[in-house]
Each structure stands twice: as structure tokens, then as C-alpha cells.
């Protein structure tokens, strides 16, 4: 049987006008950004060879397009999934009728999740339009497309468990976005250390004359749990695009960036992600059970 | 049976409930009466398992309520005071969505749906959204939704307020078709003749204490010795035969505090058994006009207000 929170919660979303509008605004948004930066070559009546790349450059934004659109949209997303129904005094409710805190918390999530891929999915035909040009296969394309569920995923739980542990949806909203920017400045702390490693690496090998051709030995911590460096690894895995840009940030990653194997640092990544999220959904879902009262607001007469 | 033994629960440093005691018996209709703060609320959360005790137990029909939540929520139904509905849904809907919570399968919901909105009234508003529907319809739904799972024991928390006479006219028939399917009933409320009326017992509890958990009659006979009884007399020529009245009143033993409450009207307390207030009844029209004699019943608010202290 379906989880009965997801069907009604997601029963209520489609029934709102603001969905489809929803829906609409950010495809058409994709596809007016994708347009000017990189389709409107096609319409010309001639193009080069060189300007065939410019769908690879369109499917890169694309990605990061919408990698920006998840982070920041789907932590107010999740925010009042709880809080909300404490504020509306329908949590009580829920629990009396027995229905499990894990159901509670992913019932709401999966909801949300939905309608995240339905708005990904929406994009699919702007992203497909790399494969009628080349630059990137269609395994890749959905490779790119799972890192971004992941990333929402991700980005849906921590909205979640804002909601679970604060009371009100304006704090736990917040409380995500702050979680949000901590967790992105954390996590690419240790560039400093795996640039580091990696240079030594580098030198070791060249110094004692070997040929080098993968840098297997360490694997840089920020790549595997910050999600923009996943990101990054992703673009460059798939389109050996980038390079310029990050070298400019550092030296020895200019030097050493062929011999980095950015695939393996895509799928640690989401890895990652997917077990963040699981935490995050079992934390919330022993939170909710175990605190089911209240602080009894000691009003007088409410009415 | 719901049992309640040293219930006790603090908030902080603030003592909510204090060692609270009482029975109530199967199929039971049965009052739960006190001011604001008295520790209604905090009792009826703490038998919907939506709190811990801090000390004590209750039980219902020999299981803990605080040991076996989940067996607990399969045999209660609870309605609380302050409560939200969703936007966006029917009524139906908002009843399959918690029939859903309860594990019923599509076809037993479908058939349970359509008998509950029958009993709260509320088949015609079927396919309307529930965020629309008035205060008293949104209750009588709430209500069927703790219905659902068909519990033997409801707990109802202020059910009928803010809901205008009709209203509460129709909550009281509903309530009385669930004594008659047999349920019991715990209720809370501050319209206390009506819960006078149509409750079997009555539980009175202030700044978290009991002050009386009893039957109905067992609180009217504790308290009808005190209440007054009225007489009214024609207008016609009444100033002559009201101090005609007073009187005689006088020199029956046992009759005190005579007063003239309006210019035809007399009250007066009376200690005497059934009998002597039939003789008293007849004397007095043998020589008096009367229009109108009759004993108060007796005035729950007037109890409430004797019984629970002034804050």
C-alpha cells in the first residue's frame, strides 16, 4: 500500500495552481537560458565544428543550473513538512493513529522528491539535446541526471530534519539554509590537506622518474563530501571541460589534473550523499517518535 | 474501564496534575468538568499517549496506557480541542487519509467513509473541500475520524466549542447514538448543562486535583439539599397574598431563607423529604393562587463555582 502521508500530501500539491506554474517557469527558464548561451548557433545557417562543443557547454549549465535551483529551493521545500503540521495542529493526529515516525518523515520526503524529479525530468529535453551533437552519451546524461537526485535528496533532508527538531517553519527554514552553507563550507575545508597529498603524490612519482598515469594512491576527502566539488568531478569526468578554471585556483591541481580519476570521485560523492540522507531521514524519524509531546504552550483562554 | 491511579504530570516545576484518581466504567457517558488549567487537557493527552506521565498509571481494559501506546491508540479515539484540517482535500478524502494511517484496505474504507459521514450528518458534504466547511462541520469530521478504527473508548476534548446551539444540539445526538452503539465516552466541557443533562457520571477536577468523581445523582443528591425552591403566585391582588405566603412559609419547620426574587415570585430553602413537599405543595394551593412551584434542579455552574477556587 502506498504511504498514505505521500498520496495525500501529493494529492494537495497537484490540486494547487501554483504547481503547474511551477512547472512551467522553470522549464521554460532552463530552456531560455540554455538557448542564449548555447543553442542559438543552431539556428544560424551554417556553424563550425567548434561551435558543435557549445551543447556540451549548454548541458554543463544545465547542470549547474539546476544543481543552484535544488540547493536553494528544496530546504524551504521540506522546511514546514513537520513544523508545518505542528503549527497546524495536525501532528497529534497523525500520532494517535499509530502510524510510524519513519512513515511520517518519508512520506513527506519521497513527496517532496517527486515533484523535485519532475521538475528534472522536465528538463530532459534541453539536456537531450546534447546527444543529437555528441560531446556526452546518453549513460553519462543519466549519470548526471541520478547526481542531481542525489543532491535534492540530500538538500530535502536536512529540510527535514530542520523541521523535525524546530518548532516553527520560518526557524526550521533558516536553520536549513544555515545547515546548507555550513555543511558547503565545511566540507571543502580539507582542499587545503588533499592538495597537499596530492602534490606530494605527484612529486614522489615524477621525482623517482615513473610514468605516471592515475593518481590512485589518496582520495581527496572535499571531492567525495562536498556536492559542488562532486559536481565539478562530475563536468570534467564527462566533459574534460574545466581545467583552466581549477587549475587557476590551484597549481598542482593544474598539473596533476590528467592523471586524477574524477569518475571514482563522482560516484564517492554520491555514495555520500545517498548515506547523508539516509542518516538524516533515521535521525529525524527517532526524533519524532521520541518527542511526541509538545512543551504545553500554558495558555489561558485561547478562544 | 479506564482507570486512573496517582496520575501525575509536571511541567517543569509546575505540578499540571496531582495524583489524579478515578474510574470510569464501559459504555459510560461520562463529564470531565473544570476551570481553564485544571489539568483537562493534560489528563485526556495523557490517555491519547500524546504525554508521559510523570508519575502514576492508567488503564484501559487492563492494558497501560504508558507501556503499550500502540495497543492503546488501537482501542481509543481522541478529539482535541484546538485542532487544523488540510487544505486541498475533500472530506472523504480527509477520512480515507487517516483510515489509510490505520491500515485499512481500499475496500473497507470506501464502505467505512460513507457510514461515518451518515453518523456526524455529513453526507452531503461529501465532496466538499474541508478547509470551507463551517466550525461545526469541521468538529462533526474530526470526530469521525476518531472513529475510524471503531475504538471502544473516546476521548473528547471540548468538542462542542465555539459551535452555536444547533450546532451543539446536533453533537449532543451524536454523542447519545455512541452511548447507544455502546461506547464510552470521556468529554470535556464548559457548558455545563448540557454535559448535566446528558452525561451518566461527572468528574470534577481543579488546579489538577479531583474534587469529585461520581455518578450524576450522586452529585445532585450531595447537592439538591441546597437548592431553593420557587413559587410563583398570581399577579392579580398579589401583594396581599404574597404576605399571605410568606407567612405560611414561616411556620413550616424546616423552611429558610425566604426571599421575593420578582413581584409575584418567591424562593425559599427547604430541608424535607419528597413527601413533605407534597404537603407543602398542597397546603399551599389549598389557600394561594399558585401559578408555578417547582424545585431548581440541580445547577452544575452553580456547583463549579462553589466547588473550584477563584484564581
Request: with cysteine; glycine share 8%; net charge neutral.
Amino acid at each position: 500500500m502506498i504511504n498514505p502521508i505521500l498520496a495525500s500530501s501529493a494529492r494537495q500539491r497537484m490540486r494547487s495552481v501554483r504547481t503547474p506554474i511551477l512547472v512551467t517557469l522553470y522549464g521554460l527558464l532552463l530552456l531560455a537560458f540554455v538557448y542564449f548561451t548555447s543553442f542559438n548557433a543552431f539556428g544560424q545557417p551554417t556553424f563550425t565544428i567548434g561551435e558543435l562543443r557549445r551543447s556540451v557547454e549548454g548541458y554543463v549549465y544545465l547542470l549547474i543550473v539546476q544543481f543552484g535551483l535544488l540547493v536553494l529551493v528544496a530546504p524551504a521545500m521540506m522546511a514546514g513538512s513537520i513544523a508545518g503540521e505542528r503549527e497546524r495542529q495536525t501532528l497529534d493526529l497523525l500520532h494517535v493513529t499509530n502510524v510510524n515516525s519513519l512513515s511520517i518523515v518519508v512520506g513527506k520526503l519521497m513527496e517532496s522528491f517527486g515533484f523535485l524529479c519532475l521538475l528534472i525530468v522536465s528538463s530532459f529535453p534541453m539536456m537531450g539535446l546534447i546527444l543529437l551533437t555528441g560531446g556526452v552519451d546518453l549513460l553519462q546524461l543519466l549519470t548526471g541526471v541520478l547526481f542531481l537526485l542525489l543532491v535534492a535528496l540530500a538538500a530535502l533532508s536536512v529540510g527535514l530534519a530542520a523541521s523535525v527538531f524546530l518548532r516553527r517553519t520560518v526557524a526550521a527554514t533558516v536553520v536549513a539554509y544555515l545547515i546548507i552553507f555550513a555543511i558547503g563550507a565545511i566540507t571543502v575545508a580539507p582542499i587545503f590537506y588533499d592538495v597537499q597529498r596530492i602534490g606530494k603524490i605527484y612529486t614522489t612519482a615524477r621525482d623517482a622518474n615513473h610514468i605516471i598515469t592515475t593518481i590512485e594512491g589518496y582520495t581527496p576527502i572535499s571531492f567525495v563530501i562536498n556536492p559542488v566539488l562532486g559536481l565539478l568531478a562530475l563536468i570534467v569526468d564527462q566533459t574534460k571541460l574545466l581545467h583552466t578554471t581549477i587549475g587557476q585556483f590551484s597549481h598542482t591541481l593544474n598539473v596533476t589534473f590528467e592523471y586524477l580519476p574524477f569518475g571514482r570521485y563522482v560516484i564517492y560523492n554520491m555514495i555520500f550523499l545517498a548515506g547523508a540522507s539516509a542518516l538524516l531521514v533515521l535521525v529525524s524519524a527517532l526524533r519524532l517518535r521520541y518527542r511526541k509531546a509538545d512543551r504545553p504552550r500554558l495558555r489561558r483562554d485561547k478562544r | 474501564m479506564l482507570q486512573l491511579e496517582g496520575l501525575t504530570r509536571y511541567y517543569g516545576h509546575f505540578l499540571a496534575l496531582d495524583h489524579l484518581s478515578m474510574t470510569i466504567g464501559d459504555g459510560e457517558l461520562h463529564g470531565f468538568v473544570g476551570p481553564n488549567g485544571a489539568g483537562k487537557t493534560t489528563t485526556m493527552k495523557i490517555l491519547a499517549t500524546l504525554l508521559r506521565p510523570s508519575e502514576g498509571t492508567a488503564t484501559l481494559n487492563g492494558v497501560e496506557v504508558s507501556k503499550n501506546p500502540r495497543q492503546i491508540r488501537r482501542m481509543m479515539g481522541y478529539m482535541p480541542d484546538f485542532f487544523g484540517v488540510y487544505d486541498k482535500l475533500k472530506a472523504w478524502e480527509y477520512l480515507d487519509f487517516y483510515a489509510r494511517c490505520y491500515g485499512f484496505g481500499y475496500q473497507e474504507r470506501m464502505r467505512m467513509i460513507d457510514n461515518l459521514l451518515e453518523l456526524v450528518n455529513l453526507q452531503d458534504k461529501r465532496e466538499s473541500y474541508v478547509d470551507v466547511l463551517s466550525r461545526g462541520m469541521k468538529q462533526r469530521l474530526c470526530l469521525a475520524r476518531a472513529l475510524i478504527h471503531d475504538p471502544s473508548l473516546l476521548i473528547l476534548d471540548e468538542p462542542a466549542s465555539g459551535m452555536d446551539p444547533r450546532a451543539r444540539a446536533e453533537m449532543k445526538q451524536i454523542l447519545r447514538s455512541l452511548k447507544d452503539m455502546g461506547k464510552t465516552v470521556l468529554i470535556s466541557s464548559h457548558i455545563l448543562p448540557e454535559l448535566s443533562e446528558m452525561c451518566d457520571s461527572l468528574t470534577i477536577i481543579d488546579h489538577g486535583r479531583l474534587v469529585f468523581s461520581g455518578s450524576v445523582q450522586d452529585l445532585a443528591g450531595h447537592m439538591s439539599g441546597r437548592a431553593p425552591i420557587r413559587l410563583r403566585l398570581l399577579e392579580k391582588d398579589n401583594a396581599a397574598h404574597l404576605e399571605q405566603a410568606v407567612q405560611l412559609l414561616k411556620q413550616v419547620p424546616g423552611i429558610s431563607t425566604i426571599s421575593q426574587e420578582e413581584q409575584n415570585l418567591l424562593s425559599f430553602q427547604f430541608e424535607g423529604a419528597d413527601e413533605e413537599v407534597a404537603d407543602l405543595l398542597g397546603m399551599l394551593t389549598a389557600q394561594l393562587p399558585v401559578l408555578d412551584f417547582h424545585r431548581q434542579p440541580m445547577n452544575l455552574e452553580k456547583v463549579f463555582m462553589e466547588v473550584t477556587q477563584d484564581d
